[in-house]
């Protein structure tokens, strides 16, 4: 299944423009084991994706996790399109995917983890999505680097709320 959702995004991303990574091998480290690095920390059955882009991480997720249930959202009609093809494609029954923007988005339940990749701030994407959080949850945000402190300070975490955990793929 990681093999077709590749070979679809490939094909996809020639005419569609999805994401920038055009060499196919450039894909397995990029998109899939960088989606992938988040899988122990994932908490729970219900997981969010929020700007999921190509599917990135919640494909690769809902592939190897067929217990939990995704939901990826992304405003951009395009590829929500194509994420759509690619769970139908892939007989993924535990992904829904939804055309909307973070602000705008209304479950009808809500979610055990929430994760996110480079999509804005992480007081931002707090202040988007916090109400989509059950308790206890999750929100993971995966960073191409270290938050700053600037970033980190406006949160204003208890030590025991926040967690770091340097990733390297």
Not at 76 to 88: E, I, L, Y
Not at 119 to 127: F, R
Not at 136 to 160: F, H, I, Q, T, V
């Amino acid at each position: 299944r990681m093999l077709a959702f590749l070979a679809l995004l490939q094909r996809w991303n020639r005419a569609y423009n999805l994401t920038a990574v055009r060499e196919p091998l450039e894909t397995v480290p990029k998109h899939l084991l960088d989606s992938l690095s988040v899988r122990p920390y994932l908490f729970g059955d219900s997981v969010l994706d929020v700007g999921t882009g190509p599917g990135v991480p919640g494909i690769p997720l809902a592939i190897v996790e067929p217990e939990r249930s995704f939901h990826l959202i992304d405003s951009n009609g395009k590829k929500t399109r194509f994420v759509r093809q690619a769970a139908m494609e892939l007989g993924l029954e535990n992904v829904t995917v939804v055309q909307t923007r973070m602000e705008s988005y209304l479950p009808e339940r809500k979610f055990a983890t929430i994760v996110s990749r480079a999509v804005t701030s992480v007081p931002e994407l707090l202040a988007a999505t916090g109400r989509l959080l059950e308790a206890p949850a999750r929100l993971l945000a995966m960073k191409g680097l270290r938050p700053g402190d600037d970033e980190l300070c406006r949160l204003n975490p208890s030590p025991d709320t926040l967690r770091i955990h340097p990733l390297k793929v």
